[in-house]
């Protein structure tokens, strides 16, 4: 992102120096072009990065060890248009064992509601805390973009194929 930076204000300053030599409508139209649509481009990032709103939705709370989590991410709002090369970190750890393991999915483009959309297997019984820990965003000309934090929890109870097994249950702090 930072050399797409510096290379659009090179191009910028050779523009707005040919356009200070030669006074043409031509070159004018393009300076005014490269300051306009950047400026549309963070005006689109800066209202979807006011309201970015996200859910983290799992199908079931409840599953067999060897079935797999499907963990779908929801937008909450109806404005984030403009992050099409962003990307979700999904943390997800065992309870029981402490192991935590992240999972990167870029994020959809497009108007949907959906983000993404992945799953995780459970390997092993007990409780399984699944939470997103960061999204980086980015807008359409990749010239501003940030990675949020967050916040959030969902717990997946992941029993043995005997049945429920209540020995394998331990407090989740993820």
């Given at each position: 992102m930072l050399k797409r930076?510096?290379?659009?204000?090179?191009c910028l300053a050779v523009v707005?120096?040919?356009n200070i030599f030669y006074v043409e409508y031509q070159i004018f139209i393009l300076l005014v072009l490269m300051i306009a649509i950047p400026?549309?481009?963070?005006?689109?990032?800066?209202?979807?990065?006011?309201?970015?709103?996200?859910?983290?939705?799992?199908?079931?709370?409840?599953?067999?060890?060897?079935n797999r989590i499907k963990i779908r991410i929801v937008k909450k709002n109806a404005c984030n248009l403009a992050f099409v090369n962003g990307s979700i970190t999904i943390k997800y750890m065992y309870c029981h064992t402490g192991d935590e393991?992240?999972?990167?999915?870029?994020?959809?483009?497009?108007i949907r509601k959906s983000a993404g959309i992945t799953d995780i297997s459970a390997d092993y019984c007990g409780n399984i805390?699944?939470?997103?820990?960061?999204?980086?965003?980015?807008?359409?000309?990749?010239?501003?973009?940030k990675?949020?934090?967050?916040?959030?929890?969902?717990?997946?109870?992941?029993?043995?194929?005997?049945?429920?097994?209540?020995d394998c249950l331990h407090p989740c702090i993820l």
């Open positions: 930076r510096i290379l659009y204000f090179i707005f120096g040919v400026l549309v481009s963070w005006i689109m990032y800066a209202i979807s990065d006011v309201s970015l709103g996200l859910s983290l939705q799992v199908n079931k709370n409840v599953v067999q060890v060897g393991f992240m999972i990167n999915m870029p994020i959809k483009q497009g805390c699944v939470g997103v820990e960061s999204i980086e965003i980015c807008d359409y000309l990749g010239l501003f973009g990675k949020k934090q967050f916040a959030g929890v969902t717990k997946v109870y992941c029993f043995s194929s005997n049945g429920y097994s209540l």
